[in-house]
Structure formats: structure tokens, C-alpha cells
């Protein structure tokens, strides 16, 4: 039993080694790479100075002209004091019973 079994090893790899193909060598790149030139950057003989921002502030719009009576109405307005839960008069509204 081993014989043959090593018989079928040995024919195998025979097989095996025949069945082999030459490899391909590696493709080269074809194509031309340009030269490398030495190019000079010219250095500037002293160091620039930091930039900075000379740009003037715009001024602030004025603001607008608003009697202070048509400020607290319009305040009001916003925050919604103004609101009236009922049109009944006021007397109603402040009877403590």
C-alpha cells in the first residue's frame, strides 16, 4: 500500500513539474521620464516683514431716532405684553372675591 501511494506521489509531482510554463519576465515601463533639471529659486536677501492689517474700522450705523414711549410700546409688543385676554373692563378683572 505504501508503494503505491508513493508511486502516485512521484507521478504527480512529475506531472505536476511538466505541466509548468516559463513565467513571463516582467514588463518594463516604456516610457521616456523627463530630466531632472536644477532649477535656482532665487532667495530674497532679507526676510519680508509680518503682514499686517492696516484696514480702518467701519464706524457703526446710528442708531435710529425712536421716542422712548414708541421703544417700550414696540418692547411690549415683542415679548407679547400686550396681549389682552379678554375685552371685558377692567373692573371685572380686579375683584377680589
Not at 503505491?4 to 513539474?17: H, Q, V
Not at 411690549?76 to 377692567?90: F, I, K, V, Y
Request: with cysteine; aromatic share 0%; hydrophobic share 35%.
Amino acid at each position: 500500500m505504501r508503494k503505491i501511494a508513493l508511486a502516485i506521489l512521484a507521478g504527480s509531482l512529475a506531472l505536476s513539474a511538466c505541466g509548468k510554463k516559463e513565467e513571463e519576465a516582467p514588463t518594463t515601463n516604456n516610457l521616456v521620464e523627463p530630466p531632472v533639471e536644477n532649477v535656482i529659486i532665487e532667495e530674497p536677501e532679507a526676510p519680508l516683514p509680518p503682514p499686517s492689517n492696516n484696514a480702518a474700522a467701519a464706524e457703526p450705523a446710528p442708531p435710529p431716532s425712536i421716542s422712548e414711549q414708541q421703544q417700550i410700546q414696540d418692547d411690549a409688543e415683542a415679548t407679547g405684553m400686550t396681549a389682552r385676554l379678554d375685552n371685558q373692563p377692567s373692573e371685572s378683572s380686579n375683584s377680589t372675591n
